[in-house]
C-alpha cells in the first residue's frame, strides 16, 4: 500500500486502502482523474460497503449514486438516489454541498472527521476521505467517499433511529492536495461550529 501524500492528516486503514486503490485507478488512466466503473467491486472488494458516491445533478444539488450496504445499515434504509439533504440538517447539507462542489470544480480531496448524532443521543466518530470521479462522459461531476466509524465508546444505533449530520461536533474537515493545488476555499457553516480553513 502506497503511502498518503506527506500533507494529508493520519488515516484510519480502510481510508488508506481507498487511496491506494483510487491513486492506482488514476495511474490506469494516465494520472486524469479516475472513472467511477475503474472503482467497481471487483477492485475495491470490502471498501464497497463503507463508499457513498455523490453526483452533482446541478448547482447545489447532489444525490447518492450509489450506497455500500454499510452505510446503508448506517442510516437504516437504502441512500440511493437521496439528498445530501435527506441525512444533513440543512446547515450542515449546505455546508456540505460547497465543501463537495469547490473539490469538483478544482480536483482535490477531501477528509472530514464529524461524531454522528442519534435521535436517542447516541453518538458515531465518522471519518471520510473524499475523492472526485469522471463519470462514463467524462465529466467530473461525481465524488466517491469512503467512511470509517467507530462505535466503541460512543455506541451502536438503534434500529430505526437513523443518524442525522449535523457537524456540531465537528472534528477536523479540510480539502486534500492530489497533486493539483487545492481549492481557493474555506469551510464556513452558519451556527455553532467556528469556521474552518
Known amino acids: 500500500m502506497r503511502p498518503l501524500p506527506e500533507t494529508w492528516p493520519t488515516m484510519p486503514t480502510n481510508l488508506c486502502r481507498f487511496y491506494d486503490v ?14 467511477r466503473r ?6 475495491l472488494r ?31 434504509r437504502n441512500l440511493t438516489g437521496a439528498s445530501i439533504y435527506d441525512v444533513a440538517e440543512r446547515n450542515a447539507g449546505d455546508a456540505m454541498v460547497a465543501f463537495y462542489e469547490a473539490l469538483l470544480d478544482h480536483p482535490a480531496g477531501g ?6 448524532v442519534m435521535e436517542t443521543g447516541k453518538r458515531i466518530r465518522a471519518e471520510y476521505l473524499t475523492l472526485p470521479l469522471l463519470n462514463r462522459d467524462g465529466e ?13 465508546g460512543y455506541g451502536l444505533p438503534s434500529k430505526g433511529l437513523e443518524p442525522r449530520i ?8 479540510s480539502h486534500l492536495d492530489i497533486g493539483l493545488g487545492l481549492p481557493d476555499y474555506t469551510f464556513t457553516m452558519k451556527g455553532n461550529a467556528p469556521d474552518k480553513k
Open 111 to 116: 477528509y472530514a472527521c464529524d461524531i454522528l
Open 140 to 152: 467530473r461531476v461525481q465524488v466517491a467517499s469512503l467512511c470509517e466509524t467507530e462505535i466503541d
Open 166 to 173: 449535523t457537524y456540531s461536533e465537528l472534528v477536523s474537515v
Open 46 to 76: 470490502a471498501l464497497s460497503a463503507h463508499l457513498v458516491v455523490f453526483e452533482r445533478i446541478g448547482p447545489g444539488d447532489l444525490r447518492v449514486k450509489m450506497s455500500g450496504t454499510a452505510m446503508d445499515a448506517l442510516f437504516d
Open 38 to 43: 475503474q472503482l467497481g467491486l471487483p477492485v
Open 22 to 35: 483510487w491513486q492506482a485507478a488514476r495511474e490506469d488512466n494516465d494520472g486524469g482523474i479516475p472513472y
